[in-house]
């Protein structure tokens, strides 16, 4: 199955300021997958990101604060603009990968943000 | 929300006991899935059920699919401290590849 290079692995980033997250695939991937996961809770799908084409995003979420950029099959950054504290959360990138005659998907190692 | 939903919220076990976490979605599924979270950081894929599919086994995890419920069962046997960590499960859906995941389970396995 594909590996994931995500970093930064944590931040701790002023309110205003913006943060940009990326994720290094080591093969080429059509789909990857944008998620945020606030302090307990769940994983919640923020934008998926074709190669070539503009991020689908999530309702409730919009590219003016998630902008997203995918470049080529093996690589995506994810930016979270203009931060609040609300925006503290880990956010996850992930690829889908063949495991045999399944379909799983595969995970970044997670950025943890904290804004102050 | 079409999030699913798992209970326990949490669970405590002895080593050597067996946890089991139960799922359930409220969309049509094409598979149901599996995750393992330790500590916040990256999820790793345990284990994929198909819709057609009623239990699948894996090493000392345990699968169960209900589709007239829609709900699931993830049992893990013989269990381990290592085995702490949170569980998550994710529907993947008909014609799409997002997943939508339950809210999840944290195990705690005392040695």
């Known amino acids: 199955s594909a590996v994931i290079s995500q970093k930064p692995s944590r931040d701790i980033c002023q309110r205003g300021t913006s943060l940009t997250i990326q994720c290094q695939v080591d093969?080429?991937?059509?789909?990857m997958f944008w998620y945020r996961q606030q302090p307990g809770q769940s994983l919640t799908l923020i934008a998926t990101?074709?190669?070539?084409?503009?991020?689908?995003?999530e309702s409730g979420f919009v590219i003016d604060k998630f902008p997203i950029s995918r470049p080529n099959l093996t690589f995506s950054t994810l930016t979270v603009s203009n931060m609040s504290p609300e925006d503290s959360s880990i956010y996850l990138c992930?690829?889908?990968?063949?495991?045999?005659?399944?379909?799983?998907?595969?995970f970044g190692s997670g950025t943890r943000l904290t804004v102050v | 929300s079409q999030q699913g939903e798992e209970d326990p919220q949490a669970l405590s076990i002895q080593e050597g006991e067996n946890a089991t976490m139960n799922c359930s979605y409220k969309t049509s599924i094409n598979n149901l899935q599996w995750y393992r979270q330790n500590s916040g950081r990256g999820l790793v894929h345990l284990i994929l059920i198909r819709s057609n599919e009623r239990e699948k086994h894996s090493g000392r995890l345990r699968v169960t699919l209900d589709t007239s419920k829609k709900s699931s069962s993830l049992l893990i046997t013989a269990s381990r401290a290592a085995d702490t960590a949170s569980y998550f499960c994710?529907?993947?859906?008909?014609?799409?590849?997002?997943?939508?995941f339950g809210t999840g389970t944290r195990l705690q396995v005392f040695p």
């Open positions: 093969s080429q991937v059509t789909m």
């Open positions: 990101a074709n190669q070539g084409s503009e991020a689908t995003y």
């Open positions: 994710a529907g993947g859906r008909y014609n799409t590849d997002k997943l939508i």
């Open positions: 992930s690829v889908g990968a063949r495991r045999g005659g399944d379909y799983g998907y595969t």
